[in-house]
């Protein structure tokens, strides 16, 4: 069983590329992901998290083409 998470958000800073010894390209991203919720009085409350993670790209060259721009 393999488990998915799909996170939408905005990227905090440009992502920190480098390549391991044998060649494969990584990046480090942090995301910026925001929630909103209903609150116990039932207004609207927004939390925003930052997360970070490291991400294997097979197509990484592509991925940072895009972002810069």
């Known amino acids: 069983m393999i488990n998915q998470v799909v996170l939408v958000g905005r990227l905090t800073k440009d ?11 990584v990046a480090n991203i942090t995301l910026a992901v925001t929630r909103n919720f209903r609150n116990a009085e ?28």
Request: charged share 30%.
């Open 42 to 69: 039932g207004g609207i409350d927004t939390h925003t998290r930052q997360v970070s993670g490291i991400k294997f790209f097979r197509m990484i060259r592509m991925f940072e083409k895009s972002i810069k721009g």
């Open 15 to 25: 992502p920190e590329l480098r390549y391991t010894a044998d060649g494969a390209a």
